[in-house]
Nanobody, 123 residues
């Protein structure tokens, strides 16, 4: 079993920054990809970013490229997401997710999820 706990959400003005963190526990050795997804009210959950656990390769949705940075600390079993130049369209619940195997942007491909953390960007 795997447990994921997000933190770091909050309210910020447009143009501001937030840093999200995801702490992982359980079968860490079997993880390969960690991802961040977000869900706005009335919308489907969408891919934001992903990072391979060992290789450190990163992947981003086009909407956040150049503004968001995903990183990991294997010693602490954490994955962070630095979010800069935030826009009102970035508002939503942000979820940390994990899966074994190759990087995927499909939320259905991730079996492990955190409880989510709210990010609200005011205009």
């Amino acid at each position: 079993q795997v447990q994921l706990v997000e933190s770091g959400g909050g309210l910020v003005q447009a143009g501001g920054s937030l840093r999200l963190s995801c702490a992982a526990s359980g079968r860490i050795f079997s993880f390969y990809v960690m991802g961040w997804f977000r869900q706005a009210p009335g919308s489907e959950r969408e891919f934001v970013a992903a990072i391979t656990w060992l290789g450190g390769s990163t992947y981003y949705a086009d909407s956040v490229k150049g503004r968001f940075t995903i990183s990991r600390d294997n010693a602490k079993n954490t994955v962070d997401q630095q979010m800069n130049s935030l826009e009102p369209e970035d508002t939503g619940v942000y979820y940390c997710a994990a899966r074994e195997g190759s990087t995927r942007s499909d939320a259905k491909a991730y079996p492990y999820w955190g409880q989510g953390t709210q990010v609200t960007v005011s205009s």
